[in-house]
């Protein structure tokens, strides 16, 4: 699977537990580390670890493991590394606060929708 096209699936499954504001930020030309970030925000701890499990287990089925995770301890902020991608799980507090959109904003970046309402809207 392609990287971007990977990015997207690990996008669309935030919202397999409810998270939002999703969005992608295109690294490439601008860091060395990653070629994208997947950002997504939930309402609560249990809410920031079951989307990170999910994603962790869906990816896995497919035989896509996460290479380093940080975050499960305190649930504000969940990083999961898969080289290429790394996915950042936010408390909406948190999010806020570090803000990695405004660091990154010289990146290319787009907001992701949940497939199931854009199902929905298409009817």
């Not at 392609?2 to 997207?8: C, F, S, V």
């Not at 992608?24 to 809410?47: N, R, T």
């Not at 996915?87 to 970046?109: G, T």
Request: proline share 2%.
């Amino acid at each position: 699977m392609e990287t971007q096209q990977l990015a997207q699936k690990i996008a669309e499954l935030c919202f397999n537990k409810k998270g939002y504001d999703v969005k992608i930020i295109d690294l490439k030309g601008v860091a060395l580390f990653a070629d994208y970030f997947v950002l997504c925000s939930a309402e609560s701890d249990v809410q920031v670890k079951a989307i990170a499990d999910d994603i962790e287990e869906k990816l896995k089925e497919q035989g896509i493991r996460c290479w380093h995770k940080e975050g499960y301890k305190a649930l504000q902020w969940v990083l999961l590394d898969y080289v290429d991608i790394v996915v950042h799980i936010f408390r909406k507090e948190a999010r806020e606060y570090y803000n990695l959109e405004r660091l990154w904003s010289d990146a290319p970046s787009w907001n992701v929708e949940d497939p199931q309402l854009v199902k929905i809207n298409k009817k």
